[in-house]
Each structure stands twice: as C-alpha cells, then as structure tokens.
C-alpha cells in the first residue's frame, strides 16, 4: 500500500490564483480530511469527509471547496489564493471503525501565496 | 481561541535525560487525547493515545500522565534519545471525527 499520497509537494501561487490541492488513499478509507500546519497554530481542521458523496466543514474552511467523487480521492481547491493561505497542508485517513484518532497522514503539500 | 493548550513551544534535553511536554484543555466533551510526532518533511504519526477515564498509560519510554480534575496531561519520554528529536503534538477529539490540535512542541535531543 503506497497509504496516503498528496501531490503537488511545493506549490508557490500568486494572489488570486486558483489550484487544487491532490490527495488519495489506497486502504479504502472512508474518513478523509484537510488539515493547515502553522507555526504555533498545531494543526487546524480545514474540510472532512465520512464517504464518497459527503463533506463537511472543519474550523477554517473559508477560502476552501472539497468534494468526494470516489472513496480515493479527496482534493482541496483553493478558489482565490490568498497571502493567508501560506502554510502546509496535511491530508489524512482512518480506516473503517478505527479509533477516530488513529488518522493517517500524508507528507504534505508546503504552499506559498505571493 | 485554541482548545488545546501545549507548553513547551520547544525543549532541548540531553541524551539519557527526561523530556516533558505539558497540555491543557478546557472542553469536558473531548473522550480522546492523543499524541503525535512528526519529523521533518513528513506528517503526523500517531505516537499514543490515552482515555480520560486513565490515569497513566505507558508504551515503551513513552507515557502520558492524566488528570482529569485538573483538564491537564502531559507527554514523558524516558531515557530520551537523538533519533526521538521531533515536533510532538498533543489532541484531544470529540463528536467521533473532529481533531483539535495543540500547538506543538519542537524537541532536540543533545547528543
């Protein structure tokens, strides 16, 4: 299993500028999420979702759209980059029935807004 | 407002030492804390977790210390070594699905 995979691995954006963030999972993972990694801030609750065809919305989704087309497949579109939105962003996974705290992590995406 | 408050923001421990990493929280709701550790370049990994109805639960030289009356738990890693040198976050969750981070520690482990 290649687990949770994100591409691109750097991104650098000017403002105003759209992009979609990819994420994908091979373990049939039904819970998939976005997380934001800023310094001091942790790790920040962005967009999650419980199966294909269901999102929900974390603790700072603005700025942010998701959908779940397939249960692989999880991308974060980033309508109009903002300056705000530098940082890194972390998709994770859970399988089915596992612990709601034992989520799976990719390596990342490190974008910058200019 | 953060939920989950971390302290340390960073620590340096020599080889062999006690390394301490303290959180807080207020919401009484939360039925889950872990903690994760994190390496450069790399995401979250959970590391271990405990139940607010435990007091201590230790995995190797890893254990976190519970109190409940007090909202508050802690990270402890005996005998710490070089290769432990990390970001190390503490979480709780509640409503089944929903992560709510501390702000994390970065540790070093002086040879």
């Known amino acids: 299993n290649a687990g949770v995979t994100q591409t691109p691995k750097f991104q650098v954006l000017k403002t105003g500028q759209s992009m979609t963030l990819q994420c994908a999972q091979d373990m049939n993972h039904e819970y998939m999420s976005w997380y934001r990694q800023d310094p001091g801030m942790g790790l920040r609750l962005i967009h999650y979702?419980?199966?294909?065809?269901?999102?929900d919305q974390g603790e700072v989704p603005n700025g942010y759209n998701v959908s779940r087309s397939t249960t692989e497949d999880f991308p974060l579109r980033l309508l109009s980059a903002a300056p705000s939105q530098t940082s890194v962003y972390f998709c994770?996974?859970?399988?089915?029935?596992?612990?709601?705290?034992?989520?799976?992590f990719g390596p990342g995406t490190r974008l910058t807004v200019t | 407002q953060q939920q989950v408050k971390q302290s340390p923001q960073s620590l340096i421990v020599q080889k062999g030492g006690i390394s301490i990493i303290n959180c807080a929280y207020e919401n009484t709701a939360f039925d889950y804390f872990p903690w994760y550790q994190q390496f450069p370049g790399k995401g979250p990994a959970l590391l271990i977790a405990i139940r607010p109805d435990v007091s201590e639960k230790k995995e190797g030289r890893f254990t976190i210390s519970f109190n409940k009356s007090a909202k508050q738990f802690s990270l402890h890693i005996m005998d710490s070594q070089p290769g432990d040198s990390a970001t190390y976050f503490c979480?709780?969750?509640?409503?089944?699905?929903?992560?709510?981070f501390g702000g994390g520690t970065r540790l070093m482990v002086k040879p």
């Open positions: 979702s419980v199966g294909a065809g269901i999102t």
């Open positions: 994770a996974s859970r399988e089915p029935g596992g612990a709601s705290y034992e989520q799976y």
């Open positions: 979480a709780a969750i509640y409503a089944g699905n929903m992560l709510t």
